[in-house]
């Protein structure tokens, strides 16, 4: 597990060994660090957003630039590390990124384990060369960040381990290990670009096995249309309706029910458009490997082998590949056929349920009906296995007794035995890595599954970590103000408070302040670790339970 940091007069790098629990650190020191590199490179090394930064600042010290050029290159201009030097790949280095959202920092996660998440004070605007005790500190927080980078290395394990599978299976070198997912799809299924690019990325076509009689509206809109901003809004089932270029949308707003729903997904869609109908992306050598790597990954699934996760991992990651123009698999129109495709099949299946069921939602690869009573089942299932036979698409279905829906983003399904499925950020079951409000989440599904109130689920909650709200102020923003005060730091956890004193947190551009999102007026700041603390006195319970039945009133739709 590394770390750098980069001063304008100085560097250090933390280095944590887990085979021999033992710890490294290298300051301003490039021989030590190229001595150790050469003992270890056959090893992974590991680190967050190491893909993107640290990787690069260690090559550079290998080929003997300084770290503050390759610092400057990326954090200042902007560009990528690999653009800096034409050589850089020829450094056996094998990295793997615990980064799987760039759009959450370190600091987040590590916020929403409740652990702790103090910056340090050593600024890396310092024009001059840091004195001992600056050193010092820095390498603490560094430190911090590296076993940070553990934890959350531990959490997503399964990814590192698919990773590893996915290289023993096809068996590919080591140095695949810094690979993304689309990149490892495009090396296993041997895929490259034209050396002439093609032309034709709005040439698509409906599937042959499309029949819409009622909506030709939409047929309509793909023809005619060719931009990817322009979207379709109709009615479809008596539900409002939006078709795009990346998948289509449909929800009966605001709506409570119970009595005999159906949850109709279409397994592996778009995989299945792709072998069907020959949409993989034109740069596969052997599409056959593709239909292979399907069916092998179902055989493992049904057999609950965990080497279906690996494989997923490359049937999954193939459509979104050929939309990215740096990746191997990139064809732009075989991802038009795909989405396109997959939208006006789901919309025919709707076409031919629409006369006997009531349509709830509908997505990218599902739809959500009631049934008007238990005995047209069997009709329902017969217009399916029509729609099935004929397209050569299978159908997976999920029954549920009850309906909570505030739009197509969050909702609840509730089983007859009485657990639920949710989605959404009201509803979702958090995880450590998302930890964000956790109580307002608890205490709203409390609500419509247990008919437990609000205040009942917050007021008897003694777990302060459930109570956070982690803040990051990003890039867009100079800096964070708490009331009058200028913050240095970026990520903050604030919860709400009853104390007087306490002031505001807000975001600041151009020197005018901003409110953030779910954040109230008066918030006390705790960056230290919360895993284990209680609730405080000033804790402000009024604040959470207001925000909960306005999150509750947002599912009734009360204004």
């Avoid at 076993?147 to 531990?154: A, S």
């Avoid at 990817?228 to 270029?245: C, M, Q, R, S, T």
Wanted: net charge negative; proline share 3%; aromatic share 14%.
């Amino acid at each position: 597990m590394t770390d750098f940091e980069v001063f304008s007069h100085d560097w250090l790098v933390v280095i944590a060994d887990t085979d021999t629990k033992s710890e490294k650190v290298f300051i301003n020191d490039e021989d030590g660090l190229f001595r150790y590199y050469k003992e270890h490179k056959k090893d992974i090394w590991v680190g967050y957003n190491s893909r993107h930064y640290d990787q690069y600042i260690l090559k550079a010290i290998i080929c003997g630039f300084t770290p503050q050029e390759i610092n400057h290159w990326i954090i200042v201009k902007g560009e990528p590390g690999w653009k800096f030097f034409k050589d850089f790949w020829k450094i056996q280095l094998f990295n793997y990124d615990v980064m799987t959202d760039k759009n959450r920092s370190l600091k987040q996660l590590e916020g929403f384990q409740g652990h702790n998440i103090k910056e340090s004070s050593v600024s890396f605007d310092i024009d001059r060369p840091l004195t001992d005790k600056e050193i010092q500190e820095v390498i603490k927080y560094c430190r911090h960040d590296v076993h940070e980078t553990m934890f959350i290395f531990m959490e997503n394990i399964e990814e590192f381990e698919s990773h590893i599978e996915l290289l023993k299976m096809f068996n590919l070198p080591l140095r695949h290990i810094s690979k993304t997912k689309a990149q490892l799809a495009a090396t296993i299924l041997e895929a490259q670009q034209p050396k002439v690019p093609r032309d034709d990325e709005f040439e698509f076509s409906f599937p042959p096995t499309l029949q819409i009689n009622k909506y030709t509206e939409v047929l309509d809109f793909y023809k005619e249309n060719r931009d990817y901003n322009e979207v379709l809004k109709i009615d479809v089932a008596g539900v409002p309706h939006v078709f795009a270029w990346g998948g289509l949308h449909g929800a009966r707003d605001n709506y409570i029910d119970t009595g005999y729903f159906i949850n109709i997904d279409v397994a592996s869609y778009y995989p299945a458009l792709m072998i069907e109908y020959g949409y993989l992306s034109r740069n596969v050598k052997n599409p056959d490997k593709f239909r292979e790597i399907r069916d092998r990954r179902l055989k493992y699934k049904a057999a609950k082998d965990k080497r279906q996760a690996p494989l997923k991992i490359v049937i999954n990651g193939t459509y979104g590949a050929m939309k990215d123009k740096y990746n191997g698999l990139y064809d732009p129109l075989m991802a038009n056929n795909v989405c396109i495709g997959g939208q006006v099949l789901l919309l025919d299946l709707i076409e031919k349920l629409e006369p006997h069921c009531q349509l709830i939602q509908s997505n990218t690869d599902g739809l959500l009906i009631k049934l008007y009573s238990e005995d047209d089942f069997d009709l329902i299932d017969d217009i399916c296995y029509e729609w099935e036979q004929r397209t050569r698409m299978e159908l997976e279905f999920d029954t549920f007794v009850k309906v909570i829906q505030k739009d197509v983003n969050n909702y609840i399904l509730v089983k007859e035995d009485g657990s639920y499925k949710s989605k959404g950020a009201y509803v979702k079951k958090l995880k450590k890595l998302d930890y964000d409000l956790p109580i307002i989440n608890e205490a709203i599904v409390n609500y419509f599954i247990k008919g437990i109130d609000p205040e009942d689920t917050i007021i008897n909650c003694t777990e302060l970590i459930k109570f956070q709200k982690i803040v990051k102020i990003s890039n867009k923003y100079d800096y964070a103000r708490y009331g009058t005060r200028r913050m240095n730091e970026r990520v903050f956890r604030v919860f709400a408070s009853l104390d007087e004193n306490d002031k505001e947190l807000t975001k600041v551009k151009n020197r005018v302040a901003e409110k953030i999102a779910y954040t109230p007026e008066r918030c006390f700041i705790i960056n230290d670790d919360v895993s284990k603390m209680t609730v405080v006195p000033k804790l402000d319970y009024q604040w959470y339970i207001d925000l909960a039945w306005k999150r509750i009133d947002d599912f009734y739709g009360v204004e």
